[in-house]
Nanobody, 121 residues
Framework: QVRLVESGGGLVQAGGSLRLSCAAS????????MAWFRQAPGKEREFVAG??????NYADSVKGRFTISRDNAKNMVYLQMNSLKPEDTAVYYC????????????????WGQGTQVTVSS
């Protein structure tokens, strides 16, 4: 049974940093593309960043500020978020699929429960 558990969310002032973590279990972790999505109130879920093996992809809105990484030995994926802005406020979700990185949430097979990130101005 695949399980994804996010942690690391919280309240931070604009310009600050947070590091999100996602612990995966029940899967051959290294074979999966891992991604972070976010969903703000009243908005659709949107792609933030993805990683597969050593390849990464980022949404334009977070390029240069966020960094996604993975540790296959620990079955972990991380999202380092720097220079946070109020518009980054959302619930952040970890997702996985047994294929390439995609920005389309519907193609991901597994999801975590989400972690809230709130950036105050």
């Amino acid at each position: 049974q695949v399980r994804l558990v996010e942690s690391g969310g919280g309240l931070v002032q604009a310009g600050g940093s947070l590091r999100l973590s996602c612990a995966a279990s029940g899967m051959t972790f290294s074979s999966f593309a891992m991604a972070w999505f976010r969903q703000a109130p009243g908005k659709e879920r949107e792609f933030v960043a993805g990683v597969i093996r050593v390849g990464t992809n980022y949404a334009d809105s977070v390029k240069g500020r966020f960094t996604i990484s993975r540790d296959n030995a620990k079955n972990m994926v991380y999202l380092q978020m720097n220079s946070l802005k109020p518009e980054d406020t959302a619930v952040y979700y970890c997702a996985s699929r047994l294929s390439t990185i995609s920005a389309t949430p519907q193609v991901y097979h597994y999801w975590g429960q989400g972690t809230q990130v709130t950036v105050s101005s």
